[in-house]
């Protein structure tokens, strides 16, 4: 157990809608990452977030988005939903944004859209 | 742009004996970490073991160690003694210590299968 949890645990979404995922990090935690791991592949980072901040983006479209929260808990929103966002969802957490600091990885959320 | 591949899909082994994983990679950097991460069926990424390229030893962790081969980019894993708990999806991993670029950049995976 890595102690960062993730929720729902699955969920089934239409084309079109709009659908948030939530992730809780370990306590003391100031960074998250997302990752969205499609069938078959490796994870593909979407963001970060640093003290509340977005600290860097990958490849993905504005409707991907996110927020951190004081709480160590954040989210990730995702807009306008195509048949390809179906996957697997990631949240890492990390003490700071040190390349020495571990990513501890939570079970993830995995979306279908219909 | 970095790039990992891990070019075995699918591996197997007997229990108590050992496995090497394969793991390229692709960088015109000097200073990153390489990773391993096992991901069971439970979906939980745990990390297995780490590198850092600016050190020559290569990492040990109990049944894991890395043969890590910076001019050649190469990065493969040796599970040795191998246990049927060892059976999940192995993904490698980059990070780059540059400034800005926190993300980690994974392979594919390799699929390992415990046989008793």
């Known amino acids: 157990e890595t102690g960062v949890t993730q929720s729902p645990t699955h969920l089934i979404k239409t084309r079109g809608q709009q659908v948030t995922l939530r992730c809780s990090s370990q306590?003391?935690?100031?960074?998250v990452s997302w990752y969205q791991q499609a069938l078959g592949q490796g994870p593909q980072f979407i963001f970060q977030?640093?003290?509340?901040?977005?600290?860097g983006r990958g490849n993905f479209p504005p409707r991907f988005s996110g927020l951190q929260f004081p709480n160590y808990s954040s989210e990730l929103n995702v807009n306008a939903l195509e048949l390809d966002d179906s996957a697997l969802y990631l949240c890492?957490?990390?003490?700071?944004?040190?390349?020495?600091?571990?990513?501890?990885f939570g079970p993830g959320t995995r979306l279908t859209v219909l | 742009a970095q790039t990992v591949t891990q070019s075995q899909p699918e591996m197997s082994v007997q229990e108590a004996e050992t496995v090497t994983l394969s793991c390229t990679y692709d960088?015109?950097?000097?200073?990153?970490?390489l990773f391993w991460y096992k991901q069971p069926p439970s979906r939980q990424m745990i990390l297995v073991i780490r590198?850092?390229?600016?050190?020559?030893q290569n990492a040990t962790e109990n049944r894991f160690s890395v043969n890590f081969q910076k001019a050649a980019k190469s990065f493969s894993l040796k599970i040795s003694d191998s246990q049927l708990g060892d059976a999940a999806m192995y993904f490698c991993?980059?990070?780059?210590?540059?400034?800005?670029?926190?993300?980690?950049?994974f392979g594919t995976g390799t699929r390992l299968q415990v046989f008793p």
């Open positions: 306590s003391g935690h100031n960074t």
């Open positions: 590198q850092e390229a600016y050190k020559q």
């Open positions: 960088t015109s950097e000097s200073d990153y970490y």
């Open positions: 991993a980059y990070r780059s210590n540059r400034a800005g670029t926190d993300k980690l950049i």
């Open positions: 890492a957490s990390s003490l700071a944004k040190r390349i020495t600091d571990t990513q501890y």
């Open positions: 977030y640093y003290r509340e901040e977005e600290n």
